[in-house]
């Protein structure tokens, strides 16, 4: 196994969607060398049958490099759309009156489809809507008893077929897996992605009804909530709480709420997703530029920057691999400026203003991983080492930001590819079940053979006694490898 498919040169981690750009067998595998830990399926677009191609690639270039990289399939999610537009582009401007209807047809400045079924029981005269990312505006003008939507442009541009459409002052009454998501959650459940997407989630109902139709299906799966709605926002402790990983879609939450409000929600819901022990994405628009140009604007090698030293757990790339004409230099050149970051010593530590909480129900294995990634610092180790059933141990040593390179162990197989989203993490494949001293020796071994470390190098181990009552993390041992 060569350094490069290791991936241990970044500790914060990238996802890439993947695209008509890079969904050949040789195009996946050069983003996987190029420093690719999460590929990203997204569902708004393709087949099952184009899916479940990439999906048998992915997997054949895990198996080819003996990496593990993770596979995530973001659900569409009630996303509102205009539908066809006529010749594909409709010039609007300020002060036009147009007409939103829910009967399908090609739109003209006489009729134009929004599809959501109940636009005109939801919204009120004055309501904002917006256009392409809000790159066009309206407001509700009247609202007809055929259901029609009459609007006034305040924002003028062209719309093109299938844009996106934002209702920003507007509670939305659809629910939040539509029925081409439970077509798409069924697929995903038979492929045994390691990560499902929920897009819109407003509240923690949107997850438990996803998570529910996991576990009828005995699926492993785990559930990221993507927060892009004001609605997630007052629920958020809650909806952190119930999902097992957040993404911060910045770009529909942008044009939700304004623009200046995204920096510091954040950089809020990455403190509070460390706090407890959940990975974090910060997703949209991050090389944005480098869709169609070699270099990226300095203002997203700052954005990057920035995320990293905030202590996202991973960054993510949308068009820029999925339908840019440089997706490997994208990957290549993100993975410069994470480690750039990394290695000059703003690798984010929270040790220091995140301790175990006394009130949590796992406080006690909490403040082993605490401790050990103390002694991990404190004694200059090689390796952290964690053994794990559930994930949790994983996510907990990940949320404490080691020095240490960190390490988990487990027999979970599911596990080993879905903790490439947690920061730092590297996870084995690892099921025997001695005595403890037996497995410690054997799991320092393992790193020693794959030149993760060395004769004397310091590691500690966190792990559970006795073993074979997999109990939460309670014990730390300190080892120099022979």
């Keep these: 196994m060569s350094q490069s498919f290791k991936h241990i040169h970044h500790k914060t981690k ?10 050949q067998y040789e195009q996946l595998k050069n983003l996987v060398i190029a420093g690719v830990n999460v590929f990203r399926l997204n569902f708004s677009h ?17 198996k080819e490099l003996g990496c593990t990289v993770a596979i995530l399939g973001d659900l569409q999610g009630p996303k509102l759309r205009v539908g066809e537009i006529e010749n594909n582009k409709l010039e609007v401007k300020e002060g036009d009156i ?7 047809c090609v739109g003209t400045m006489e009729k134009i489809y929004v599809s959501y079924p109940n636009l005109a029981g939801d919204v009120i005269v004055g309501n904002t809507i917006m256009i392409d990312d809000g790159k066009i505006e309206v407001k509700v003008h009247s609202v007809e008893s055929n259901g029609d939507v ?39 459940i ?13 509240r923690v109902a949107d997850i438990e009804m996803l998570r529910d139709l996991l576990n009828k299906h005995k699926s492993k799966s785990k559930i990221i909530a993507k927060i892009e709605m004001p609605e997630a926002l007052t629920n958020i402790r809650d909806i952190i709480n119930t999902s097992d990983a957040i993404m911060i879609a910045r770009g529909d939450l942008g044009v939700e709420l304004p623009v200046e409000k995204i920096p510091l929600i954040q950089k809020e819901l990455i403190r509070k997703c460390l706090h407890r022990a959940k990975p974090v994405i910060v997703a949209t628009q991050m090389m944005e530029s480098m869709i169609d140009r070699v270099k990226p604007n300095r203002s997203e090698i700052t954005d990057v920057a920035n995320a990293v030293i905030e202590g996202a757990d ?3 790339l949308s ?9 490997v230099l994208v990957i290549e050149t993100m993975r410069k400026i994470i480690s750039e970051v990394e290695q000059n010593g703003y690798k984010y530590n929270r040790s220091e203003d995140f301790k175990p909480q006394p009130h949590s129900p796992s406080f006690l294995s909490d403040a082993v991983c605490y401790n050990g990634c103390k002694l991990a610092d404190d004694s200059n180790a090689q390796a952290l080492v964690g053994m794990t059933q559930s994930g949790y141990t994983a996510f907990m040593l990940s949320s404490f930001r080691p020095k240490a390179p960190l390490f988990i162990f487990t027999k979970e197989k599911s596990l080993v590819n879905q903790l490439s989203l947690s920061w730092g993490v590297k996870a084995l494949f690892y099921d025997k079940e001695e005595g403890l001293d037996e497995i410690i020796n054997d799991q320092i071994q393992i790193l020693k ?15 559970s006694t006795p073993v074979k009552l997999h109990l939460p993390t309670n014990m730390i041992k300190i080892n120099k490898v022979d």
């Design 449 to 463: 053979k794959h030149g993760f470390v060395q004769k004397d190098d310091v590691v500690v181990n966190t792990g």
């Design 14 to 23: 990238i996802v890439a969607t993947v695209g008509p750009a890079c969904e």
């Design 190 to 202: 038979e492929e045994k992605l390691d990560w499902v997407a929920l897009s819109f989630v407003k």
């Design 314 to 316: 991973a960054v993510m």
């Design 319 to 327: 068009g820029e691999t999925a339908t840019g004409q440089f997706p």
């Design 46 to 62: 393709g087949s099952h049958e184009d899916k479940k191609k990439i999906i048998d690639n992915i997997r054949n270039i895990n």
């Design 98 to 104: 147009l007409t939103f209807t829910n009967t399908k």
């Design 150 to 188: 009459k609007v006034k442009v305040t924002l003028g541009g062209i719309i093109s077929s299938k844009k996106g459409v934002n209702l920003p002052d507007t509670k939305i009454s659809l629910p939040a897996l539509t029925e081409k998501d439970l077509e798409d959650a069924q697929f995903i």
